[in-house]
């Protein structure tokens, strides 16, 4: 019984600093997504005055890149965070109750 409060203990710390993780990856992909729409507003002006944009533009493609990036990484985190059958890859659905016991 104690083995398996502390097992269920753990796993919950673990699914925090997950979700936390998560939740920053988030944030960070929010903040990136807003830099780009700047970035893609600035590039319209530039290109309104007749200035060259192609460093500009080369940013933006870094900044997209950077954006695809953390959004797999957010997809795999959530996707190694779901709770599995075990020994297997398929996900258990439904209601918390069934899943912890």
């Known amino acids: ?37 700047r970035q893609r507003k600035e590039i319209q002006n530039l290109q309104r005055t007749g200035i060259h944009t192609q ?5 933006l493609e870094r900044m997209l890149a950077k954006v695809d990036g953390l959004c797999a990484e957010r997809d795999r985190q959530v996707g190694e965070h779901r709770r599995k059958y075990p020994g297997t890859d398929k996900v258990i659905n439904g209601p918390t109750e069934r899943r912890l016991r």
């Not at 460093?55 to 940013?59: K, Q, R, T, V």
């Open 1 to 37: 019984m104690i083995l398996k409060s502390l097992r269920f203990e753990i796993g919950r710390l673990l699914a925090d600093d997950m979700l936390r993780q998560i939740k920053h990856i988030r944030s960070e992909i929010e903040h990136m997504r807003r830099q780009i729409q």
């Open 55 to 59: 460093s500009a533009e080369e940013l």
